[in-house]
């Protein structure tokens, strides 16, 4: 990272706490609500052993972030979210944001370190209602949403495979 581009990300940074928010990347509002708890059916739902950190996994994570193309419904229009995930969730260059409006931004530890696992596989196998996020259980193994996991979680640890222990981990289950 260059001296300028490091002064310039310095900046952005200090404006965000300067405005209150904690971080210039994260709506405070979301990040202080509880998560909903994950459904029965996903409440066991674990990482495969070494996963988080294996290059390889991640390498594999990253293209189908990038490329995994789906057709999904939202508000009665056919969208195609047609770079994978990052359709929405990649980092628009010009504003340094995900490209979406309401798209979680996976460099924001404290809303990142918040998730479990099961939660994680959760929200991306099933989707979000009343949201942009599409299900994507039909569309990929759930080798592939892991491997998808393992790359969106190295950008909240600097681009760097992490293991994914956090004291923030909320775990709730339904009843």
Not at 89 to 111: T, Y
Not at 154 to 172: C, D, F, L, Q, Y
Request: charged share 35%.
């Amino acid at each position: 990272m260059s001296k300028k581009t490091l002064v310039l990300l310095i900046g952005v940074l200090m404006v965000g706490l300067i405005l209150g928010q904690g971080s210039a990347f994260a709506k405070k509002d979301d990040d202080d609500k509880p998560l909903k708890p994950v459904p029965k059916a996903y409440a066991g739902k674990k990482m495969p052993s070494g996963w988080w950190t294996d290059a390889k996994i991640i390498a594999e994570g990253k293209k189908i972030f990038e490329t995994h193309k789906i057709e999904y419904i939202y508000k009665r229009k056919k969208k195609v979210a047609k770079d994978g995930c990052a359709t929405c969730h990649a980092i628009n260059k010009k504003k340094d944001r995900p490209k979406k409006r309401g798209a979680r931004d996976f460099r924001v530890g404290k809303r990142v370190n918040r998730f479990s696992e099961s939660y994680w596989f959760w929200r991306i196998a099933e989707g979000v209602k009343k949201t942009s996020m599409p299900a994507w259980k039909d569309e990929l193994t759930e080798e592939e949403i892991w491997k998808t996991i393992a790359y969106e979680h190295t950008w909240s640890h600097g681009n760097k495979p992490a293991v994914h222990e956090h004291a923030e981990i909320e775990h709730t289950v339904e009843k």
